[in-house]
């Protein structure tokens, strides 16, 4: 007896733990009509009343089939769904990452980082090998725009168009395209043997970095949720967008001083592989659920629309303002971007839903980005020409002179982002950043063929980069918050296209304006050396009032489209899988 009831009880613990391993393939395995596991029908014998079905609570999208069986019973308490894991180890076997919380998004954040800084720094990294470049390959001064140019027509009217791409693919891949192809173009062009070739680089440099920069902004945006995290995170990638220019400065000096003009191409590889090893381990791959179609019509205006706008006021650089290569690009620009707006309104599938850009708070970052975006170029190339041209500042030197500019902002972005904006809202804090950065270029006005570094440049410079860190992270993380997921990458392209549409239209005004007044300096002057260094200053001097009055109006904007207090948290599930 105690034998057979032995073996009963061993019978019985092999028939449920055969049981259990079929529920547990029932995630992978055939499924019925209904969802359940093939096999033997396990209902109530022919004939017996029918059992009421067991309460459930409906099952989530991470749900497994363990999930889907009867109550707990005595002592076994039901496991709790997949999709309600938050830990910040690796999420359980078989769950989809839901974008609530990543396991590595520190980690995450670091290769985004790494990557929005290669794009930014690569705008102002070539200036500074200009020069080189040029006695190298022998081109002209009136083909050296072209070198900055390209890069920049490319990048900024392709920028919608990969952010949506981003959206339709996947982020996942279309950052690691992005950064493969942004490798080989820079490859090409430091291995460049005359002029066409490196133009056709930096064209493919930008085609590229359109790609990259959205789905870079999109993925931070779908992998830091939390608002605390999501502050800190945005902090940290305002400061790096906002001091990539700097940097560029200071890189771009090194390598042109202390090896080759090709280093500043080649220095790009090194980031690139970086930054794609840390994507390929730690990014999660997939495509969209929710896809976008692509909207062909509008991508046609709004890129034919953005390079017609760039390229006129590029070439206001070395044409007159009355050439119908400037107006003409531009009238036709300014149609197409009408035209743009008017379709958004009919399209099935906009590529710029009017939704993303018509909310108050995200339509006034879009503003405060190009407005801000024209100022800050500003700064940077007429600044670099004073140091290096008035003052006699080695390349090295002047990438330094910028460090504690880069200091000052990113710390005031991380405040910014950390603590005031989660406690006081935009309103006050972007606002007071356009004007500090107006009040920091006026200041600028004042500095003379004699000025020095610590009493006369070094203060405007810290006024200036704090001033930029209350206005780049606020801004960034206000222009994606509360996007559908399906729209991350669009209205996150829209962030960089502000930013790089501004400051190339920013710096064909200001060179514009900065020659004219120069030239209206020598008038009726002997052109001694030291009437043109004071011809240069009045140059300068015109491009940092206007700056400035960039900045005021900037201020202006913010303060009348920027709702009053903190930001709203958003209501619904505006977030979608982190790595898509």
Not at 349 to 372: E, K, N, T, W
Not at 390 to 412: K, N
Not at 510 to 535: C, D, I, K, Q
Not at 541 to 557: D, R
């Amino acid at each position: 007896m105690g034998r057979h009831t032995k073996d009963a009880a061993q019978e019985g613990r092999a028939q449920r733990i055969a049981a259990a391993s079929e529920r547990l393939s029932a995630t992978d395995g055939p499924t019925g009509p209904t969802g359940s596991t093939t096999g033997p029908a396990t209902g109530p014998p022919p004939g017996a009343p029918p059992t009421p079905p067991t309460p459930q609570a409906p099952r989530s999208p991470g749900a497994t089939a363990l999930d889907s069986g009867p109550g707990p019973t005595a002592g076994h308490p039901t496991p709790p769904p997949a999709a309600a894991y938050a830990g910040d180890g690796a999420p359980p076997p078989g769950a989809p990452h839901t974008g609530a919380r990543h396991e590595h998004r520190w980690l995450v954040l670091g290769v985004i980082a790494l990557a929005q800084l290669m794009v930014v720094l690569d705008a102002t990294i070539v200036n500074i090998a200009l020069p080189s470049a040029q006695r190298d390959l022998g081109f002209s001064d009136g083909n050296r725009q072209w070198i900055v140019t390209a890069y920049a027509l490319a990048f900024g009217s392709l920028l919608l168009l990969g952010g949506r791409i981003a959206d339709l693919v996947g982020r996942k891949i279309v950052f690691l395209t992005g950064l493969v192809g942004f490798a080989l173009a820079s490859a090409i062009g430091g291995a460049a043997p005359n002029f066409e070739v490196l133009v056709t680089a930096r064209a493919l440099q930008g085609v590229f970095g359109a790609l990259l920069a959205p789905a870079a902004l999109s993925l931070l945006t779908t992998t830091f949720t939390d608002p605390k995290e999501r502050a800190k995170a945005f902090g940290i990638y305002g400061a790096v967008a906002g001091t990539g220019g700097a940097v560029g400065l200071l890189l771009g000096g090194v390598l042109t001083e202390y090896l080759d003009w090709r280093w500043c191409l080649y220095v790009n590889l090194l980031f690139a592989a970086l930054a794609f090893l840390g994507a390929l381990r730690l990014l999660h791959p997939g495509a969209p659920a929710d896809r976008p179609k692509l909207d062909i019509p509008g991508t046609v205006l709004v890129s034919a629309g953005l390079f017609c706008i760039v390229y006129g006021f590029s070439n206001a650089e070395t044409h007159a303002w009355s050439s119908p290569r400037t107006w003409g690009f531009l009238a036709a620009g300014g149609i197409l971007l009408v035209a743009f707006a008017w379709w958004q309104t009919r399209a099935r599938h906009p590529l710029l839903p009017l939704r993303v850009v018509l909310d108050r708070d995200r339509g006034a970052s879009y503003l405060a980005m190009f407005i801000s975006g024209a100022g800050m170029f500003g700064v940077f190339l007429f600044l670099t020409y004073y140091l290096q041209q008035i003052l006699r500042y080695s390349p090295v030197s002047t990438g330094l002179a910028f460090l504690p500019m880069v200091f000052a902002m990113i710390v005031s972005s991380v405040v910014a982002q950390n603590k005031l904006v989660p406690r006081l809202g935009a309103k006050p804090i972007v606002p007071l950043g356009m004007g500090l950065g107006a009040a920091g270029l006026a200041w600028m006005t004042a500095l003379d063929a004699t000025s020095g570094y610590v009493g006369h440049v070094l203060p405007p410079l810290l006024v200036m980069g704090v001033g930029m860190g209350l206005i780049f992270a606020p801004a960034m993380s206000m222009a994606t918050a509360g996007v559908a997921a399906h729209d991350a990458g669009v209205a996150s392209a829209m962030v960089n296209t502000s930013q790089q549409v501004g400051g190339s239209i920013g710096t064909a005004l200001l060179n514009t304006l900065a020659t004219s007044a120069a030239t209206s300096y020598l008038v009726g002057r002997r052109p001694t050396p030291g009437t043109r260094v004071r011809a240069q200053l009045e140059s300068y001097s015109t491009a940092y009032w206007w700056s400035a009055a960039f900045f005021a109006l900037g201020l202006l904007v913010s303060v009348v489209l920027y709702r009053k207090g903190p930001p709203r948290q958003a209501t619904g599930p505006t977030e979608g899988p982190a790595h898509m």
